[in-house]
């Protein structure tokens, strides 16, 4: 479970910096990209299911944040 501040970090950066439509993958490479994020919110990042998200929303509500 991802403490608040975690949750901040993680939600802003599949806000800001992913482009969409992106799939799980290009997800975890925008992660995987960003030096200033957290191990521990890119190992959350991980639990996203296997498909195409149309839009942030849809990446944060899948992760529950």
Known sequence: MLDEKL???LM???RSDVSY???KQQI???CNNMTMHSPEAKKY????PDKTFQN???AVK???L
Do not use: T, V
């Open 28 to 30: 975890l490479a925008a």
């Open 62 to 64: 899948a992760l529950g």
């Open 21 to 23: 439509p992106a799939s």
């Open 56 to 58: 942030a929303d849809e």
């Open 12 to 14: 802003g950066h599949i």
């Open 7 to 9: 949750k901040k970090e």
């Open 45 to 48: 990042a991980e639990q996203l």
